[in-house]
C-alpha cells in the first residue's frame, strides 16, 4: 500500500470549538498517516491559535502563509512539498472546521484512503444528499462547482440535504499526483515556482515570504479542481436524513452527479 499522508488546512479563531476541532483533526490526520506524514497549512496571523496544538506533533510539516492566498494556494504549496519527499503519496486532506461533523462519513473515507488499487489519476469527493434544488427569487446558494453544492457550515448543510441537494463535504482523497495535475492544469505557473524553488532551497517553509507576495489567490474547489473534473468523483456517504442501505458503496462521476442522483442516494452508506 503507498503511504498515505493528511493536510489539514483551515481557518481559525480564538474560540474554544475552532481549537478542539483542530486537535480533532490532528487526532485524525495523524492516526491515519503517523505523525511524520502530517502537514498543517495554516495562517502566521492565526499561530497564536494553531502553534500549541501542533506543539503535539513535533515531526509534522507545517506551511505557514505569510498572506491570504487562498486555500488552493496553500494546497498547493503542501502537494509540492510531499512529492519532493514522497513522488507515490496519497493524500488526504481534510479543512478542520469539518472535523465533528465526519462520524458518518469516516468509514467511507478510510476506506477509500487505504484502498490498494485506486486509479491514479482520481480525486475523490464525499457527498451527503441529491440533486441541486431550484432556488426561487432572492434564494442565495452555497458555491457551486460543477454539478455539486458546497456548503462547509454544517448547520446549513445538513438544511441542503434535507431539500434535496448533493453537499461535499470538505475530506478529498488523492494521489500527490493527481493534485499536482490539478494545479498544473490551473495555476501552472504557481505550482512551477514552488516546485523550482524546492530544488534549490529543499523545504519551502523559509522562503514563502518571498513568493507569497506574488502568489494569486486560489480557491480550493473553484478555482483548483475548476479545470479538472474530469478526474473528480463523489462518494456517497449517508446522511442522517436519508436511510442507511447495505450495499456497498459506489463512486460517481461529478458531471454525472445529477443524472445519477437516484442510483447513488440508494447505495449510500
Known sequence: MRPVWAIIYGALDPSRTSRAS????????????????????????????????????????????????????????????????????????????????????????????????????????????????????????????????FEMDPQLRQGWMDRGALVVMSPMVASVSALLSAGQATHPRTLQTFLSRLEEHGELSAILDELYPFCTEVDLYRDLLAGVWHQVWVRPIHSASSEAHSARPMMVPSDQASRMAPVARALAV
Request: aromatic content about 6%; charged content about 20%; glycine content about 10%.
Open 22 to 149: 483542530l486537535s480533532r483533526s490532528l487526532e485524525q490526520g495523524a492516526a491515519l498517516s503517523g505523525p511524520e506524514r502530517l502537514v498543517f497549512v495554516g495562517l502566521e496571523q492565526d499561530r497564536p491559535w494553531w502553534a500549541p496544538l501542533l506543539a503535539q506533533y513535533p515531526g509534522a510539516l507545517v506551511i505557514e502563509q505569510p498572506l491570504d492566498r487562498g486555500t488552493g494556494t496553500g494546497i498547493i504549496a503542501a502537494t509540492t512539498q510531499i512529492f519532493r519527499r514522497d513522488p507515490s503519496a496519497r493524500v488526504l486532506l481534510l479543512d478542520c472546521a469539518d472535523a465533528a461533523g465526519l462520524e458518518l462519513a469516516w468509514p467511507s473515507i478510510l476506506e477509500t484512503v487505504l484502498d490498494s488499487a485506486p486509479a491514479d489519476d482520481r480525486i475523490v469527493l464525499f457527498g451527503s444528499g441529491l440533486v441541486a434544488p431550484e432556488l426561487g427569487p432572492g434564494r442565495s446558494a452555497p458555491l457551486r462547482v460543477g454539478n455539486l453544492l
